[in-house]
């Protein structure tokens, strides 16, 4: 389909994302705009341990206002490689590098308002190398092994939809 740009006013800047307004010309000559997130993209990563357990983080998320139990993940820096970014991350969160890391795939977050790209890591051969975590993160820890990690998915536990996608593009290295 023929969808082409006309305009584009940023009508928010923050730290994570930007909004903007887009005028789009549709297929059939019409015009409509639309609110949309512009992000630069974040990863998530699936810590395996050499023991069958996978390293999640719990953590408070004020949009929700819950503890949500989550896979290891974070928005990438301005032109980091998703790679790059991952490998970072399952640091900061876990304190644990990874040996391997397998590119499982990527999926849009929400694409009906956001250009999020969430890029997504298997991690294993994991060895104890943190780094500082971010200045707002107060994550616990948590490793759980892979048959009841998947199980919680199943189940409803597990809330997170970055952390389901990822668990599920995952399953068959599992």
């Known amino acids: 389909m023929n969808y082409s740009l006309l305009s584009r006013k940023l009508i928010y800047s923050g730290r994570i994302f930007d909004v903007a307004v887009h005028e789009y010309r549709l297929p059939d000559g019409r015009t409509q705009t639309y609110d949309v997130v512009e992000h630069l993209g974040a990863v998530t990563v699936v810590p395996v341990d050499a ?7 719990r953590q408070y998320r004020v949009a929700a206002k819950v503890d949500l139990l989550e896979l290891p993940a974070g928005v990438l820096h301005e032109d980091e490689d998703p790679l790059e970014g991952a ?10 590098a990874a040996g391997q890391m397998i590119l499982l795939g990527t999926f849009y977050m929400v694409p009906g308002y956001s250009s999020e790209k969430m890029t997504v890591y298997l991690a294993t051969g994991l060895t104890p190398d943190p780094l500082p975590m971010d200045d707002d993160e107060f994550l616990q820890t948590e490793r759980i092994p892979v048959k009841r990690a998947l ?12 952390s389901l996608a990822a668990l ?3 399953e068959k290295y599992l």
């Not at 490998?87 to 644990?96: C, H, K, S, W, Y």
């Open 151 to 162: 199980e919680m998915a199943r189940s409803g536990e597990i809330q997170d939809g970055k």
């Open 168 to 170: 599920l593009m995952a």
């Open 87 to 96: 490998a970072r991350e399952v640091r900061e969160e876990t304190g644990q």
């Open 51 to 57: 023991e069958g357990m996978i390293h999640f983080v």
